[in-house]
């Protein structure tokens, strides 16, 4: 009995109700359904406006989320970027090594062979009759002479005198493959001007060349006989040397100490068998 007059109370309220209680519905809706219809829609209207309630509630945690994958994502990028680092380390490590191993690949340079000799006037006036043997350097120059190696001989000798005064020489040997035959000289007024005229050779710092020439620039450069002054105004300077390989000579007569004074210098190179 009580149920039924529940009932009876809730359906006399909502007879009481207009339509316009429930948002939505029409009054064209109203007359083609029943009652029970319409409370029907009604739940699901308020369904879904729960749903969308809590979607937009879960909504920041999707926000959070994302952000969460955002820093990982950074996290992951910053610890690639040590890697890459690693990874250019380990280039320039190679790099090293790989110079490394070309100096170890040249083998050590033999001594030449050098003599004197008292026919000082005979080469002079021999010399003068030949082109480009007899040659001024001026106060403050070095001329280097390049002399590559060639197949078809086994040593390269020199021989040279001066007028008056001494002159420096000493000999190295480049150890770059030879891309040309002819033997060419030439001038710099320093050993700084040197440094930049001749980046393939990699020249010596001769400093005081009483002392000997300093350390060399390039790995490819091998000292023979260091710079030192020769009395070659006294006497004939000549010497020979075995080829190592394949690679070209520097001959190097020093005139950068003096200030003063300019050298007459007379000089040969030639090949032997």
């Known amino acids: 009995m009580e149920r039924l007059d529940a009932t009876s109370e809730l359906q006399s309220r909502l007879s009481s109700l207009s339509v ?3 948002p939505g519905i029409s009054s064209k809706h109203c007359e083609d359904r029943p009652l029970d219809s319409l409370l029907f829609h009604y739940r699901l209207q308020n369904t879904d406006l729960s ?20 820093s990982r994502q950074h996290l992951e990028g910053n610890q690639e970027a040590p890697t890459e680092q690693a990874l250019g380390e380990k280039d320039e490590e190679n790099n090293t090594a790989g110079d490394c191993q070309l100096s170890a690949q040249m083998p050590p340079l033999k001594p030449p062979t050098t003599w004197t000799s008292a026919t000082l006037k005979e080469l002079k006036a021999k010399l003068r009759t030949e082109k480009d043997s007899v040659v001024t350097v001026y106060r403050g120059d070095i001329m280097t ?7 078809e001989g086994k040593r390269v000798c020199w021989e040279f005198a001066t007028d008056g005064y ?26 700084d001007d040197e440094d930049e005229e ?6 010596v710092s001769s400093g005081d060349v009483e002392k000997g020439s300093k350390t060399l620039t390039n790995s490819n450069l091998g ?13 004939v300077h000549g010497g020979s040397h075995e080829f190592p390989g394949e690679g070209t000579y520097l001959l190097k007569f020093d005139n950068s100490y003096s200030l003063w004074r300019n050298k007459t210098l007379y000089y040969r190179v030639y090949y032997s068998a």
């Open 166 to 191: 001494d002159i420096g020489f000493g000999i190295y040997f480049d150890w770059t493959p030879v891309t040309s035959r002819s033997i060419t000289v030439h001038i710099s007024e320093s050993s």
């Open 20 to 22: 316009s209680s429930f």
């Open 51 to 70: 749903q969308s309630f809590n979607n937009t509630i879960d909504q920041p945690k999707m926000d959070e989320t994302i952000g969460t994958e955002d």
């Open 198 to 203: 001749e980046d393939l050779e990699g020249p």
């Open 145 to 151: 002479v390049h002399v590559p190696t060639v197949p």
């Open 223 to 235: 000292e023979i006989l260091p710079v030192y002054r020769q009395d070659s105004h006294l006497s």
